[in-house]
């Protein structure tokens, strides 16, 4: 677990890149997991799980993330080392996004970094430019590009 939040430093240059700003709203959350969905399908790529974190980032940006008047920001690129890697860029960069362990009662939020955490290879959060913070997700394809 020690590569949970810390970023990759190595270049990477995407071979593919898909970039779409989106209404900070659950409207906008669902339009960012129809349109991953659909630039994945059209790269040839599995759908999941990385519709399944497109739709985690993407909601926890509409909700958590919200600056009214701003957008978020997703953005998709897979680059030659076979990785899949998933933006989401939002307004609120006081507000990152942190490690919890599973709740022993039940709770109705909190889980879906969880899951981003056990679908994704890695994931991490990083800041700037002010006002904004970039949470990222890394899938590696196995040789799928």
Sequence with gaps: MSDVNQEITAPRTPLRRFSVPLSATR??????????????????????????????????????GKVPGRSFRLGLAVTGCGVLRIEVTDAKGECVPRRRDAAPDPVESGYGLLLVEELAGRWGVRLGPVPCKTVWAELDLGGRR
């Design 27 to 64: 409207r906008g959350a669902r339009l960012a997991r129809l349109l991953a969905a659909e630039q994945l399908h059209a790269w040839g790529l599995p759908l999941d799980p990385a519709r399944l974190i497109v739709a985690e980032l993407a909601a926890n940006a509409a909700v958590h």
